[in-house]
């Protein structure tokens, strides 16, 4: 099933293959654009933690404080309980540790003197309900500071670059499928040509690839089915015109004096007849076209018809087949290529009997006699037989598997313990 749409397979294998890509780039480059303005907007904290410092070294309220951050649009979150839900249910977007140099003047023996001390300074970057908090944290304590300037990472426009290219790519494909189209309608078109519809028309009004292929199908077919039409007309007009002489020579035959003669004129005209006889059937059996006249038929009523047609006695003839088995197929061919089968055994079998049998849900038949001197393929080529000196063209095998091939079924052999068993598989 796989192989018979490999090419719808590699296209939508293509098409998911460059969606996931360029997913992918798209995931990585997102990413990397999130964390580069995470990085850009944290610059900030520069601000907050000199304004910090400053307001620190000269021992000033949070007055003061608070007025020099909302210079910057920044306000202290005074409010402990809403600073503890912040920080629980807010997302850490951004992390770093500070070294601070904190300066103090100090009264000693000598003097006044400056005294610097180094602390650890750790700020950090918040987001909560699309709003980014600073928090510092020093030895003696921390703030939090909401900025009402600075806004989340907004991922709308890359969002919006991304469907596009998603939906543009997924829209070729598309068009690539549909362009397929006709490509997957031609291919249905042969099989139902390849199975003996010489009706069905490739023609096409397309100009592309495929609709020049199409139309140069269309000109094939017309061709065939004129070289066809030619063939049958020729043949069965050359049967008729060959019938015509074949029964006036019989009817003179009659009217010669000598016997022998008579016997020897009689016998090839029998042998003309039956020759035009098989050329009829081989003639039919290549211009089926169709299924209709296939119906399903019990195998034994179908074995009991051929047995009439070879005009043997029954006890010639084994039948091991069970009554309920049921083939669909066309009576008149199968019952001759069955037929064929019993002619083939009552020749060159020393017994002449043979024995029709179901092995493995195929049609089997047996008969005793020597192993075949060639390989099968070598007897159902037309006019080819072991013993010229039998009653036979050469042509029964070779009508045995074209009248199987209608069937879809082939013929095989094989030989076993004294026993030729011909196949119908």
């Not at 939906?167 to 006709?182: D, H, N």
């Not at 003179?252 to 004129?265: C, G, H, I, V, Y």
């Not at 008149?332 to 179901?358: E, F, G």
């Not at 037309?382 to 598997?401: H, R």
Request: glycine share 4%.
């Amino acid at each position: 099933m796989i192989r018979h749409h490999g090419v719808l397979i590699t296209v939508l294998f293509a098409l998911f293959l460059t969606l996931v890509s360029v997913s992918a780039i798209f995931w990585e480059f997102y990413k990397l654009n999130k964390q580069q303005y995470i990085d850009h907007i944290f610059t900030k904290y520069a601000v907050i933690i000199q304004i910090y410092k400053e307001n620190q070294q000269r021992q000033n309220e949070n007055v003061m404080l608070e007025a020099n951050l909302a210079v910057y649009k920044l306000f202290l979150v005074k409010d402990k309980e809403k600073e503890e839900s912040i920080l629980k249910e807010a997302t850490l977007l951004k992390e770093e540790g500070i070294r601070s140099v904190k300066s103090t003047i100090m009264l000693g023996p000598e003097g006044l003197y400056r005294k610097n001390s180094v602390g650890k300074l750790n700020a950090s970057m918040l987001e909560d309900e699309n709003i980014i908090y600073f928090r510092l944290q020093t030895p003696v304590g921390s703030i939090l500071i909401k900025d009402e300037n600075l806004k989340p990472y907004n991922y709308l426009n890359l969002m919006y670059a991304y469907s596009t290219i998603f939906t543009v790519i997924t829209l070729s494909f598309v068009l690539i499928l549909q362009k397929l189209r006709p490509l997957i309608r031609l291919r249905k078109k042969i099989a139902l040509f390849g199975n003996g519809d010489m009706k069905i028309s490739f023609r096409t009004n397309s100009v592309d690839e495929i609709g020049l292929v199409a139309n140069e199908l269309e000109a094939a077919r017309e061709k065939i089915d004129n070289l066809l039409t030619a063939r049958t007309l020729f043949l069965r007009n050359l049967m008729h015109e060959l019938k015509t002489p074949i029964a006036k020579g019989t009817i003179a035959t009659q009217m010669l004096d000598s016997e022998k003669q008579k016997k020897r004129f009689t016998s090839i005209f029998s042998r003309l007849e039956a020759l035009v006889t098989e050329f009829a059937l081989i003639e039919e059996v290549t211009s089926v076209k169709d299924k209709s006249e296939f119906s399903e038929y019990r195998l034994v009523d179908v074995i009991d018809g051929a047995i009439d047609m070879a005009m043997v006695e029954p006890e010639n003839v084994s039948v091991e087949v069970a009554g309920d088995v049921k083939v669909t197929l066309n009576y008149r061919l199968y019952t001759t290529a069955i037929k064929n089968m019993i002619d083939n055994a009552m020749k060159y079998s020393p017994d002449q009997h043979i024995r029709i049998v179901m092995m493995h849900g195929e049609l089997c038949f047996e008969n005793k006699g020597e192993k075949l001197s060639h390989p099968l393929y070598y007897y159902i080529e037309p006019f080819t037989k072991d013993n010229p000196s039998k009653n036979s063209f050469g042509l029964g095998l070779y009508l045995v598997d074209s009248l199987l091939k209608v069937h879809n079924q082939v013929l095989a052999y094989e030989y076993e313990n004294g026993i030729n068993r011909f196949i119908f598989a």
